[in-house]
């Protein structure tokens, strides 16, 4: 073993260990420190709340962030982080630099927006109540990040000598994700961040990775199969049953990915004549940035300049809040897509009050739903959800297209891990719920025979 091998290199997952959100992988070395990927926990209360917890090192200590791909349990940190003093290099690829920007700059608002209301309110224990952090905090953030191609070697700056060396690769999911490879001290050490599907109709598979010395994998679905019927079938039937009955579609999406995914699949079905000629609404400012982003970054997908246009082309976009209070008022038949994608906020809010009621409409959950959002209890049949202070009865019909999700699921999951021409020496599962977690672990030393193993939050591991 070289010098360079013999240096000490360690590893801490300060969030996504045992959980599926938050995740933040922490390598040391020599007290130098590197952060992949530094995302908000969501879902139940005891986990937003460890948003507010100090982070267990100093963030001005942290040398650089490098980010697997933009969603807000990826990124959703970083404000805090600079807010607090970190003031390194944030290495992503360029395409989620953009998404990123968007998702930190809304949810910049938002927690300014929530603060005031409890203020206004006096509806908090706090006084005053006070955001997470704020959209300076956010553009502060934006303006640390250092976009780097795909598939090439590039040095972490700010290293005088034996600088750590990345290197992204698709790895679908969204816009700009990526797989990244981290070689430091003489180790490869690969985070898988969150794996997309194969053969889907707008991102990129998975690339394989040959070979690293340590896996940090992902298992949001180590545990289930994604159902393989058809989506554009399934949601065929979905609008058409609704719209007989004269009823609206509601569907919470994920502005990021999922929303331009249903614009597809309702443009095919309009293409096909199977979509009831009604008015299709993208009813949020996010995932209407998020869409333009497609046409921006056009290498990034499948999608031809032609079929993005016109699938943009078939929905009415709504940017301010007026035309999202007359979409809820009306109640001519429609189909209305709308953010965020587990109902924890924003305008599908007001949707679901005004359309959730009634019989006669469908709301049509999209993918995963972290355990304590209101999506969560919409999929298991709660019989009313809270939405802003009050009670409101769910007797809409509810469907679930979880095969519109954008991870992976457990035999892609291994699917990907059977590109290593190699055993890595220790596979360490993350971002899943234990269950998930423990059984994509099993799977690994079962099928591969790996060393796996789901780290404990904090929990140091020797590299």
């Not at 997952?13 to 995740?23: E, K, N, P, Q, Y």
């Not at 420190?33 to 001005?60: H, M, S, T, Y």
């Not at 614009?263 to 993208?282: I, K, M, N, S, T």
């Not at 921006?296 to 929905?315: G, K, N, S, V, W």
Request: proline share 7%; hydrophobic share 40%; aromatic share 8%.
């Amino acid at each position: 073993m070289n010098s360079v091998d013999s240096q000490p290199l360690t590893l801490r997952s300060l969030g996504a260990a045992s959980t599926v959100t938050g995740s933040k992988h922490l390598l040391e070395s020599d007290g130098r420190r590197i952060l992949v990927d530094c995302g908000l926990f969501q879902g139940v209360k005891n986990l937003r709340e460890l948003n507010w917890e100090p982070l267990a090192v100093d963030p001005a200590g942290i040398d650089a962030v490098v980010i697997t791909h933009a969603h807000l349990d990826h990124t959703g940190y970083l404000p805090r982080l600079v807010r607090e003093g970190f003031d390194g290099p944030i290495l992503c690829t360029e395409g989620t630099a953009a998404v990123a920007a968007i998702i930190l700059r809304d949810s910049a608002y938002l927690q300014e927006r929530d603060a005031d209301f409890l203020n206004r309110h006096k509806a908090s224990k706090h006084h005053p109540a006070l955001p997470l952090y704020d959209g300076d905090d956010a553009e502060r953030a934006i303006e640390l990040f250092d976009t780097r191609p795909f598939g090439q070697d590039c040095a972490v700056p700010g290293w005088e000598s034996d600088a750590p060396v990345v290197r992204f690769r698709r790895a679908g999911h969204i816009l700009g994700a990526a797989t990244v490879e981290l070689a430091w001290c003489g180790r490869r050490v690969v985070f898988s961040g969150d794996l997309g599907r194969y053969d889907d109709p707008l991102m990129f598979d998975p690339e394989p990775v040959p070979s690293t010395d340590y896996l940090v994998m992902e298992s949001t679905y180590g545990d289930r199969l994604r159902d393989r019927a058809d989506p554009a079938d399934v949601l065929a039937d979905i609008v058409g049953a609704t719209i007989a009955r004269g009823g609206t579609v509601v569907i919470p999406a994920f502005a990021v990915g999922r929303a331009q995914a249903l614009l597809y699949y309702l443009w095919l079905l309009r293409e096909q004549g199977r979509l009831p000629e009604v008015p299709v609404y993208l009813d949020s400012p996010m995932a209407i940035n998020a869409s333009e982003l497609l046409g921006r970054f056009h290498d990034d997908h499948r999608l031809t300049p032609e079929i993005y246009e016109q699938m943009c082309a078939m929905a009415t976009y709504t940017r301010e809040a007026e035309q999202s209070k007359e979409i809820s008022a009306s109640r001519e038949p429609k189909i209305i897509i709308s953010a965020s994608g587990m109902a924890t906020g924003g305008r599908i809010l007001h949707h679901l009050r005004a359309f959730a009621p009634d019989p006669g409409n469908t709301i049509v959950l999209t993918g995963y739903q972290v355990p304590g959002t209101r999506g969560a209890s919409l999929a298991a049949g709660a019989p009313e959800v809270r939405i802003h202070g009050e009670w409101v009865p769910i007797r809409a019909q509810v469907a679930s297209l979880q095969m519109l999700s954008a991870h992976a699921d457990a035999d892609e999951l291994i699917r990907w891990a059977s590109g290593f021409t190699a055993p890595p020496r220790m596979t360490f599962v993350v971002h899943g719920e234990p269950q998930p977690a423990d059984t994509l672990r099993t799977r690994l030393g079962r099928e591969f025979g790996w060393a796996a193993t789901v780290p404990r939050p904090g929990q140091e591991f020797s590299l």
